[in-house]
């Protein structure tokens, strides 16, 4: 990407954030509505009609005033919402309008910048004028003009500055106002715009009546606000078009493609990832500023400042910019935002220690992303005070952690699995993936010691601990299977047992992995009926109860029995002397592997034990010449087989290509 291509996508990006600022304001202020502190209560509440208090007072009149209170409460709702919808609104705007947009606000900046800079200097002159009683100063600002009496004209406290200052204000903004309007640029109307602007600045250099000079300011901003109303007249027809073409757009997308197809082409079209970081260190920029200037005006007052002090202050003020970096939606959005970018380069490291292009990582960002956000709006982080924010905020943070950890392990499973069945000789691959096992395991101990020896015990401490010890046993399985398949890479002969015990560890770490399931189920449970309730939790109790619990219990039920029943298939089976095997002087047809033990099917054909039982997993023919390998004496049995056949070819064709870890309880969601 090019130099200006950045730079245009840099300032898409920022044309974007003021929006989300409007409705920042909008949501600090809960849409108008009252806040739980109790203060429109207690304003209400105390309203007095000529010092008597309202519960002496008529109760028409009370119902009156509460009735009134309501409706400017609503009104106020109304209108941030109306407010919140229209930013929404230019936010969704394509660029070319949203420029459009920003002109038009631009302009009408202009107008009424000009307006209280005009009606501020008039003011300041005509109290100036008053007070001016020595005998060397005039009566007007034209007689020392004329006069030219220079001294008066630049005394810093005369009106003579302050006409000039006014000048060059109301002539720069003229000139903005010129080139940014969207109204008729007609030449005559062009050449008068920085005369109106600069009228009062004219009036206030002649002798004229004080009224028509405290009134020049509105003369003056009748020309450009004529302009600007103008052009919202004559564009109304045009937004109307703008509105109704999108959403015929909207409409007909969705009727192609779908609603996901529409939400992630506006979704990329809009960047909004880097918009919402955008605005969330702005946002939080703009507090650091604010900051630095309270320590700023400590420090001139003569404070002296110790470096303990000076250290224990930067942390206050890194707690205060996390708390009101998450005080609004908006703000918690840019918060995730960020989050998920930080995760994105983690994931990214690590592939970088291990060799690794994988796209893994891709996903890392935007399920802790969605996970941050999930547990924010969970544990209603918006709607606590200063200091219960910044405690939840550090618990989210460490939840957050643990599922990174969790991520990481995806990433390192299958490498491992790879080195150790490829044999692969690279000696330093092994050694970075034994590594970041090494911090798998390392980093949720230490993390454990420090939470149980500096907190007491909560369910908050036990989610925790859940996690982390879940991803120690997902971290040790994926060792002893790793060490298995090396010990299987150096050993001459075929390794009947292997599968079998690849097997018993994997139904160990799911089997594990299961019970911490519905431990994290009851340990939900208990805080969504004794500590903090919600839609949200109940709702994602549900999900995790589906999902970990009753999906991972069915899918390894039916692997156990699916296994239990390839058994005693293979077991009905012949088994093969060492004469037919010496006679045979063949290998498994399944595996190309020499034959010191082998199962004979009712074909004839002969193959490993464990080879068959895993072909046994897709189909029930044989290998070579499609054959029945098994009688089947129940009717029953038969017509369950002949309708349950495709399904469960279909189910297990990974079970005998892969062998995935989630075979037996699965990983699913989680």
């Known amino acids: 990407m090019s130099l200006r291509s950045k730079a245009l996508a840099l300032v898409e990006v920022l044309l974007r954030v003021p929006p989300l600022f409007v409705v920042d304001e909008f949501l600090k202020i809960s849409l108008g509505l009252p806040v739980s502190n109790g203060e429109e209560v207690s304003v209400l509440s105390n309203v007095t009609v000529d010092h008597v208090d309202i519960s002496d007072a008529d109760g028409n009149y009370y119902d009156a005033n509460f009735y009134n209170a309501f409706f400017f409460t609503l009104l106020k709702f109304l209108v941030c919402c109306i407010g919140c919808m229209s930013a929404l609104c230019i936010f969704v705007l394509y660029t070319k309008h949203l420029i459009i947009v920003y002109l038009y606000l631009t302009s009408v900046g202009l107008v009424f910048v000009s307006y209280w800079t005009n009606v501020s200097a008039v003011k300041q002159i005509q109290s100036l004028t008053l007070v001016i009683t020595s005998p060397y100063h005039s009566t007007s600002i034209l007689d020392d003009i004329l006069n030219l009496n220079i001294k008066n004209l630049l005394d810093l406290d005369g009106p003579g500055i302050l006409v000039i200052q006014n000048f060059a204000i109301q002539f720069l903004l003229a000139v903005i106002f010129k080139y940014v309007h969207l109204g008729p640029r007609n030449p005559t109307m062009q050449m008068m715009l920085p005369i109106s602007f600069m009228a009062p600045s004219f009036l206030a250099m002649l002798p004229v009546p004080p009224n028509l000079l405290h009134h020049s300011p509105v003369f003056s901003a009748l020309l450009p606000l004529l302009l600007v109303k103008f052009v ?100 918690v959005l840019g918060m995730t935002s960020v989050i998920s970018f930080f995760c994105h380069y983690i994931g990214n490291f690590f592939q970088w220690i291990l060799l690794t292009d994988e796209e893994e990582d891709k996903s890392i960002g935007t399920v802790s992303a969605i996970l941050f956000y999930i547990l924010a709006l969970q544990t209603g982080l918006t709607s606590l005070n200063p200091e219960k924010r910044f405690i939840r905020l550090c618990r989210n943070f460490c939840l957050l952690f643990t599922a990174l950890l969790h991520f990481l392990h995806n990433i390192v499973n299958p490498m491992l699995m790879s080195l150790s069945a490829s044999h692969n000789p690279s000696t330093h691959r092994h050694v970075r993936a034994l590594a970041v096992c090494a911090f798998l395991i390392m980093f949720p101990i230490s993390l454990l010691v420090y939470l149980w020896s500096q907190h007491s015990l909560s369910t908050w401490l036990l989610a925790v601990s859940a996690f982390s010890i879940e991803v ?158 098994y009688k089947i004496d129940n009717d029953a049995n038969k017509d369950n087989n002949s309708e349950a056949g495709n399904e469960e070819n279909s189910n297990n064709q990974n079970l005998l290509l892969e062998e995935e870890p989630e075979l037996l309880l699965g990983e699913g969601v989680r």
């Open 232 to 331: 919202l007249w004559t564009s109304a027809y045009s937004v109307i078009q703008v509105v109704y073409a999108g959403y015929q757009h909207g409409r007909l997308f969705v009727s192609n493609y779908g609603l996901s197809a529409l939400v992630e082409t506006e979704w990329m079209r809009l960047n909004v990832p880097c918009v919402l970081r955008v605005f969330w260190v702005l946002r939080v920029a703009e507090h650091a500023i604010l900051l630095l200037m309270d320590y700023d005006d400590e420090a001139e007052e003569g404070l002296k400042v110790s470096t303990i002090l000076a250290v224990q202050s930067l942390a206050s003020m890194a707690k205060s910019l996390l708390v009101t970096g998450c005080e609004t939606i908006t703000a």
């Open 472 to 629: 120690i046993v997902k971290v040790v399985v994926s060792l002893m299977i790793y060490s298995l398949f090396l010990v299987d890479a150096y050993r001459s002969t075929f390794w009947e047992q292997l599968d079998d015990y690849v097997y018993y560890i994997r139904a160990f770490g799911n089997t594990i992995e299961f019970c911490f399931g519905i431990f994290l189920f009851f340990n939900g449970a208990w805080i969504l009926l004794f500590e903090s309730g919600g839609a949200i939790r109940a709702v994602m109790m549900c999900i995790h109860a589906y999902f970990n619990i009753w999906c991972e219990a069915r899918a390894g039920w039916s692997v156990f029995m699916k296994r239990r029943t390839a058994v005693n298939k293979i077991n009905s089976l012949r088994e093969a002397s060492p004469d037919q095997l010496d006679s045979l002087d063949d290998v498994c047809a399944i595996c190309y592997q020499e034959m010191h033990s082998a199962k004979i099917t009712r074909c004839n054909h002969y193959f490993h034990g464990v080879c068959l039982r895993k072909w046994l997993y897709v189909q029930d023919r044989c290998p070579l010449c499609h054959d029945i390998l």
